[in-house]
């Protein structure tokens, strides 16, 4: 049987689910209706989790985006507020893409085992 290629992208699971599985507004906000049900904190978490991995992909990590890591290392999620804060640092050290492994393999190793750890550092390589 050849395979549909219909449906819609779930930026929460990451599944291509049919179109049936999302309503009006799970279309628009790319959430299927399952994961419209779950709780927002558990949603929150992948999608924070999913933007401070986009920072370590960006070429610099600007003002802003500092501002905004800043919010979410005071998140109550431990999980986002330990990413956060790494990228943080990272950003106060190193906000420009270019050479900054070398860098941190250089000058802070610390900070490099923990984008190591936290499997940040597949996000800068991308
Ligand atoms: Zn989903």
Avoid: W
């Avoid at 930026?11 to 906000?29: A, L, Q, W, Y």
């Avoid at 927002?40 to 999913?50: F, G, L, S």
């Avoid at 923990?114 to 996000?123: I, P, R, S, Y």
């Amino acid at each position: 049987m050849k395979k549909k290629r219909s449906g819609h992208y779930c930026r929460i699971c990451g599944k291509t689910r049919p179109n049936e599985k999302f309503s009006g507004k799970g279309h628009r906000n790319h959430i299927c209706k399952e994961c419209a049900r779950k709780p927002k904190t558990e949603r929150d978490e992948i999608d924070q989790t999913e933007e401070i991995f986009s920072f370590m992909n960006q070429s610099h990590i600007s003002k802003k985006n500092v501002e905004r890591l800043t919010v979410l290392a005071d998140s109550e999620n431990e999980k986002v507020s330990e990413l956060a804060n790494i990228v943080l640092e990272m950003a106060r050290v190193k906000p420009y893409k270019k050479r900054r492994l070398k860098m941190l393999a250089r000058e802070r190793r610390d900070l490099l085992k923990k984008l190591d750890e936290t499997g940040l550092v597949l996000a800068h390589r991308y």
